[in-house]
């Protein structure tokens, strides 16, 4: 896959995301956590699903998780994408319990399955932006 191009679409933080992309930054995933009743959640916002609290902490993740299911795109979604097709956008259950949509990386779209083990890297597009992307988990077996 060849890498992006440089005006792509970024994100744009708000308010209550601003800590996720600042960790991202320093290539840690942190998770939005509530104050009150301790749920994690992901994306961010401003109000806790589980309990109605606005109280907000963050909690480091490990970043290891595994594939919920996927899609591989053939097809840009804006031309900004053109240069990096096939992307394969997955649904991520973290260790933690939450899910997260992002890019998978590092595999052929033919070899991947459900429940394969995968972990965080961190793509500096600039100075301002890292995005998380998930890659196969290097194998600790035996060979």
Not at 80 to 88: E, R, T
Not at 99 to 114: A, F, H, Q, S
Request: net charge negative; aromatic share 6%; proline share 8%.
């Amino acid at each position: 896959m060849s890498e992006p191009s440089e005006n792509r679409l970024l994100p744009q933080p708000t308010e209550d995301s601003q800590p996720f992309w600042d960790a991202l930054k320093a290539h840690r995933l942190d998770l939005q956590t509530c104050g009150d009743c301790g749920a994690l959640r992901h994306y961010p916002r401003p109000v806790c699903p589980e309990c109605h609290s606005m109280a907000v902490t963050w909690t480091t993740a490990s970043g290891l998780g595994s594939v919920h299911s996927w899609t591989v795109s053939y097809q840009a979604f804006h031309s900004a994408f053109q240069d990096c097709l096939p992307i394969i956008l997955a649904t991520v259950d973290l260790e933690e319990g939450v899910r997260m949509n992002c890019r998978l990386d590092g595999v052929d779209p033919e070899k991947i399955e459900i429940d394969l083990p995968v972990e965080v890297a961190f793509e500096d597009v600039n100075d301002e932006v890292t995005l998380p992307v998930f890659r196969p988990r290097a194998s600790t077996g035996d060979a």
